[in-house]
C-alpha cells in the first residue's frame, strides 16, 4: 500500500469498507420497504405518494448534480423535466453557461419561463392548460388486470409502480456514479474553486456543460416517469414555476452535494404536500364546532411555510448535510480524545 498516493490510498480503503457500512444496510431496508408498500398498504393514495417521492427522487439529485456539486444556480431545470429534450439541454447549457453567478440563474429562469408561455400558447401541440391524456400499453394500461397475490389484485397501477421503482433506482446508482467518478471530483473542485481548477489545467466550461446536459437528460427522464404515472401531461403540472420552486426547496431540505439528500427533501415535500390539508377534515370531525379551529385549519400552506423555516433553522445544510456535519465533529473530537 505505500506505493500507492494518499488518494489512492483513500479510495481503496474506500472500496474495501463500502458494503460494509451501516449505510448499505439502510439502502437496502429502504429498497426493500418501497417493493412491498403496494402490497402492505394497496390504497392509490399511498402508492400515488411514494411513487411521486422516487419519481421527485430522481429530478432532485439530478439538479443537485448541478447544484449541489457544480455550484451553478439553474432556475430553469423544470424545463427539462416538462420536455424531457435531452438535446435541447446542450444548446441551452452553451449559451448559458457564458454568464455566471446570478446571471446565469436569470438566463435559466428566463429560457424556463418562455417555454411555458409556448406550451401554453402552443395548443395544437400541447393542448394548453386541457393537456393531453393518453394511455400505456400492454400491462401498463390502467385498466390491465393480471392475477391476484395474497388477496390484492395485481392490475397496471402496480405494473408502472414497480417500473418506475426498477428505473429509479437504476438511474439514482448511475448519479451515484458519476459523482464518484473523476469527472464528479473534478466538478466538485471547480465548485469550490473554479480558478484553481482552471489552473490546474481543467478546462472547466466544458466539465460544466457535461455537468448541465447529463443533470438535465436525467431530469427528462423523471419527467418521462412522471407522465406515465399521471397518464397526464399539461404545462401546469410540468412546466409551472412552482414546480422548480419544488424542487429547489428538496434540494434545500436534503442538502445541498448530498445527492442521498435528495430521497429526504422529495418525501418531506410530497408527504406536507399531500397530508397537511387534511388537517381542515380533521378538525371538522373532532371539533364539529370550533368554527375558529376550522378556519386556521385551513392555513395549512402557512404551516406548511413555517415547517419549512424550522427544517432550515435546525438543519442548516439539509437534513443529510446536517447529519454528515455532526458525525465528522464527533469523529474529530474522538481523534482527538485519544
Known amino acids: 500500500m505505500t506505493d500507492f498516493t494518499p488518494v489512492q490510498q483513500e479510495r481503496l480503503q474506500d472500496e474495501r469498507t463500502r458494503y460494509s457500512r451501516p449505510a448499505v444496510l439502510i439502502q437496502i431496508v429502504a429498497l426493500v420497504a418501497l417493493a412491498a408498500i403496494p402490497l402492505i398498504f394497496p390504497s392509490f393514495r399511498v402508492m400515488d405518494v411514494v411513487a411521486k417521492i422516487m419519481i421527485f427522487t430522481i429530478v432532485v439529485a439530478s439538479y443537485d448534480l448541478i447544484l449541489g456539486y457544480t455550484g451553478l444556480l439553474s432556475l430553469g431545470h423544470s424545463m427539462f423535466f416538462g420536455i424531457g429534450a ?3 439541454a446542450l444548446v441551452i447549457a452553451f449559451f448559458s453557461l457564458r454568464v455566471k453567478a446570478i446571471f446565469f440563474a436569470m438566463m435559466t429562469l428566463a429560457l424556463a419561463e418562455f417555454t411555458d408561455i409556448l406550451a401554453v400558447q402552443w395548443y395544437d401541440l400541447t393542448r394548453a392548460e386541457d393537456g393531453v391524456s393518453f394511455k400505456l ?10 392475477p391476484t397475490l395474497g388477496g390484492i389484485e395485481i392490475n397496471g397501477r402496480f405494473m408502472i409502480y414497480y417500473f418506475i421503482l426498477l428505473v429509479s433506482v437504476i438511474l439514482f446508482l448511475m448519479m451515484v456514479r458519476f459523482i464518484r467518478s473523476p469527472v464528479g471530483r473534478v466538478l466538485k473542485a471547480i465548485r469550490d474553486n473554479e480558478p484553481r481548477a482552471t489552473a490546474l489545467g481543467y478546462k472547466t466550461f466544458r466539465y460544466q456543460v457535461f455537468s448541465i446536459v447529463f443533470g438535465s437528460g ?21 412546466l409551472s414555476t412552482p414546480i422548480m420552486l419544488n424542487i429547489l426547496l428538496m434540494v434545500i431540505i436534503g442538502g445541498l452535494g448530498t445527492l442521498y439528500g435528495s430521497i429526504i427533501g422529495a418525501a418531506f415535500i410530497k408527504i406536507t404536500e399531500t397530508w397537511l390539508p387534511d388537517l381542515q377534515n380533521a378538525a371538522e370531525a373532532v371539533f364539529p364546532n370550533m368554527v375558529i379551529l376550522h378556519r386556521l385549519a385551513e392555513r395549512w400552506i402557512l404551516y406548511f411555510g413555517i415547517l419549512f423555516i424550522l427544517v432550515v433553522f435546525f438543519f442548516p445544510r439539509g437534513f443529510v448535510g446536517t447529519a454528515r456535519e455532526m458525525i465528522r465533529q464527533r469523529r474529530a473530537m474522538a481523534r482527538k480524545g485519544r
Do not use: R
Open 86 to 88: 435531452y438535446s435541447l
Open 137 to 146: 400499453p400492454g400491462i401498463f394500461d390502467v385498466g390491465w388486470s393480471g
Open 218 to 238: 436525467m431530469a427528462s427522464l423523471g419527467g418521462i416517469l412522471f407522465a406515465m404515472w399521471l397518464g397526464y401531461v399539461n404545462p401546469g403540472s410540468t
